[in-house]
Structure formats: structure tokens, C-alpha cells
């Protein structure tokens, strides 16, 4: 596997269910994010880690709890959800500080989620 | 809080002719980089050009390149002999330098459209 990888591709879940997203960076990145994008809506920062330290939550609703165990990992926990987070959930990863720092951010495919 | 402004949500442009994407942005600070970020349908987002601020001189990728107006603060992309596969969303972004925050601040998006 290169770059970012996000699974599942595809979710559909209920309002009462719960169910976790997978990010997986394999670019010795030390930062990862993650971004909600909704259709007509511009992209929304949930979360940041640093060397899987938090260092931004974006007044996320506590229905999404994020998982940093490791600099190359990063889950997205969600409970009890609403149709309206119904969206393309976006992780990224970036080269924070030590060896070639540039700040760009590299995304996963995205998991297309659906609440029903 | 720094912004980024796109202020057209959709172009289209001919194929094989040129189209300029505009982007502004507010900040204080002296030390930052820009990026211009494609995300083309169902597919995913990628980077398309970086701009240090500190550089005068404009970035170019092959047949991308922007027109960096730091006083103005612009940062506008040209896509030159636009080919069908350049249809895609494009995202403008700002990033402060020099930190660990790991976040950037990006626009709502322009959708391009290439006709054949």
C-alpha cells in the first residue's frame, strides 16, 4: 500500500449503531487530520494529531471520537449519528517538522458515509 | 483567524485554452505557504502547486502555475492548454509556517468544467 488509505470506501449505518473509520499513512508522516466534506459545503477541519498528540478539535460533536495509537494511524470512532453527518469523510497526512518539511497535505480516497 | 476566499464556484474553460482561477486570503503574518489542491470526481484530492511565501518568484508545474501577489494578498491558479482530465474541483489553501499546528485554513472550492 502507498500513500493514504481509508477504509471503509462505503458505510451506511443507522442512527443507533456504531461503527469506526480506518486512516492508514504509510509516508512517515507525523501529522494526521481529519475533514468532513458535505455536498454544497466547504471542506470542515474535525481534528488534528501531532506526533499523535491532539492539537486542534474543531468543536466536533462528541458522536466522533478520534484514535491517534501511532503516528501512522488514525481512527474516527462514531455513536448515535445524525442524517446530517451523512458526508465524505476526508483523512490526510502532512510532514510537520524534521526531515523535509512541507506542509502539504496528502489525502486518502475518503469514506462516503450515509446515515440512515 | 486567517480566511481564504474563492470567489468563482464553478468555471469551465475550452479544452486546449487557458482559465485562471482566483483565490485571496487574509493574514497578518509574513511566513506562510499557499497550495492549490485538485480533487477530481470520486477521486482523490492531490496536490497541484505549492507557494512559499518568502520566494518572489511565481511557482510553476508544467502547464499550472500561479500569479502570487503577496501585497495584494492573490493567489490565483492559470491552467494553460486545459485538457479534459483538469476537470476537477479545485481547492485553494494557506498554511502559516514555522508551526506544529498542522492546520491549513482552505477555500470553498471552484468547480472546473473542460468542454471538448
Known amino acids: 500500500e502507498t500513500g493514504v488509505t481509508q477504509t471503509p470506501r462505503h458505510l451506511v449505518m443507522g442512527m443507533t449503531n456504531k461503527k469506526s473509520l480506518k486512516c492508514e499513512q504509510h509516508l512517515g508522516h507525523n501529522a494526521m487530520y481529519w475533514y468532513k466534506q458535505s455536498a454544497k459545503k466547504p471542506l470542515e477541519l474535525m481534528f488534528v494529531?501531532?506526533?499523535?498528540?491532539?492539537?486542534e478539535n474543531n468543536s466536533v460533536p462528541s458522536r466522533f471520537s478520534p484514535e491517534c495509537p501511532n503516528s501512522s494511524h488514525l481512527f474516527l470512532h462514531l455513536h448515535t449519528l445524525q442524517p446530517e453527518d451523512s458526508a465524505l469523510y476526508l483523512c490526510a497526512s502532512s510532514q510537520e517538522s524534521g526531515g523535509t518539511v512541507s506542509y502539504e497535505q496528502y489525502f486518502g480516497p475518503g469514506t462516503r458515509l450515509t446515515v440512515t | 483567524a486567517q480566511t481564504v476566499t474563492q470567489s468563482q464556484p464553478e468555471m469551465s474553460v475550452q479544452e486546449a485554452e487557458t482559465v485562471t482561477l482566483s483565490c485571496t486570503y487574509d493574514?497578518?503574518?509574513?511566513?506562510?505557504?499557499l497550495f492549490w489542491y485538485k480533487q477530481p470526481p470520486s477521486r482523490q484530492m492531490i496536490l497541484v502547486i505549492r507557494?512559499?511565501?518568502?520566494?518572489?518568484q511565481n511557482a510553476t508545474e508544467n502547464r499550472f502555475s500561479v500569479n502570487f501577489q503577496k501585497a495584494a494578498k492573490s493567489f490565483s491558479l492559470k491552467i494553460s492548454d486545459s485538457q479534459l482530465g483538469d476537470a476537477a474541483m479545485y481547492f485553494c489553501a494557506y498554511r502559516k509556517a514555522n508551526t506544529n499546528a498542522g492546520k491549513s485554513t482552505f477555500g470553498d472550492g471552484t468547480t472546473l468544467t473542460v468542454k471538448p
Open positions: 494529531y501531532n506526533f499523535k498528540e491532539q492539537t
Open positions: 507557494q512559499e511565501a518568502y520566494k518572489q
Open positions: 493574514t497578518s503574518e509574513s511566513d506562510y505557504y
